[in-house]
Each structure stands twice: as C-alpha cells, then as structure tokens.
C-alpha cells in the first residue's frame, strides 16, 4: 500500500502525512538517526526511498525501504530484498516514504494506494496527475478530501496541453 500525495507542503501534503503516520508508528521510541539541521528522525522499522542513485551501494532513486537497525556509525536498510549499510552520508539520500509524490511513483504500481485530493493542491493537481495516481493501485485506490478540487483537477485540460509542432512535422 502507498500513499500518494501532489506535493509537500500543506496538511495533505507529503512531509506532513510523513509525520504524523511516523509519530503514530514510531510511539515513545527514541530515534536512531536525528539530524538537527532539517528536523530528520528516523526510527527503526521506518519505511524510507532512496531520492538518488548511489551506485556504490547499488540503490537507484525511488528505491524504497526499511530501516532495520543500526550498527555503529552505519544504518542497515532493507531494499530490494537485501540488506545494505549506509554511512552517515549515506543516509542523506533517503527520506521517509509513508506518502511520497505521484511523480516519484511513476513507473511503479502498488495494491493499495490512498490520494488525498485538496484545495491546497490545486495549482498541482490535473486530469493526468490524478490518472497517474490512480493507475498505481492495482486492487484498490481510495480518494480522500474534497470533492470540487477533484472535479476541478480532471476538468484541467489546460496542464494536459501541449505545444509540440508534431502535426507540422508529420506534413
């Protein structure tokens, strides 16, 4: 299952649903990782993706994973089925995963996905944004949040529109 969201910002945005699925997750337990910087925590059992590709640790952007535990100065995340050690610097490439962007999705599909449709978005949200998002989900997609910003985001041709010069091309 995956949640799927516009963008960051806003109380249905990404880095908010993040936190408080986190806060939900994650209890009184004390972090493993916290940079102070950014106000990054990660718990152990945190879904996380990878936000670039490292080939050194052979992990490409949008990998997503599973903070299993820490050893040292080192994380051990699940991805891909396999366990992989990121140093301090590392773990700069990796971002909490429980909502990510329908863009970062792309190409991927899931069970479940859940999109949260709101005003907020509106300037993101269009007709191909929310096809891309609903056609993740395989079983079943849940649409939660206002019904006028959905309306209002498939009747958005003007964001599907492109000009390409491709009819006189062809000719």
């Known amino acids: 299952s995956q949640i799927l969201s516009p963008q960051r910002k806003g109380e249905s945005g990404i880095t908010n649903i993040n936190n408080i699925i986190q806060q939900i997750i994650s209890g009184n337990k004390k ?5 102070k910087e950014d106000n990054v925590k990660f718990y152990q059992g945190d879904k996380v993706i990878q ?8 992990v490409m952007n949008g990998d997503v994973g599973k903070i299993l535990s820490k050893k040292g100065n080192e994380f051990v995340i699940l991805i891909n089925n396999k366990e992989i050690n990121y140093s301090l610097k590392d773990i700069y490439q990796v971002e909490l995963a429980y909502a990510i962007s329908i863009h970062k999705s792309q190409g991927s599909e899931y069970s479940h996905t859940i999109l949260p449709i709101s005003s907020e978005h509106e300037f993101m949200l269009s007709r191909n944004l929310i096809y891309t998002a609903v056609t993740r989900g395989k079983k079943k997609v849940i649409l939660i949040g206002e019904f006028k910003a959905f309306e209002k985001g498939i009747n958005d041709y003007i964001m ?3 000009y390409t010069n491709l009819k006189l091309l062809i000719n």
């Not at 972090?31 to 940079?35: D, T």
């Open 51 to 58: 936000t670039s590709n490292n080939y050194d640790l052979m």
């Open 160 to 162: 599907d529109f492109r």
């Open 31 to 35: 972090p493993i990782y916290e940079r």
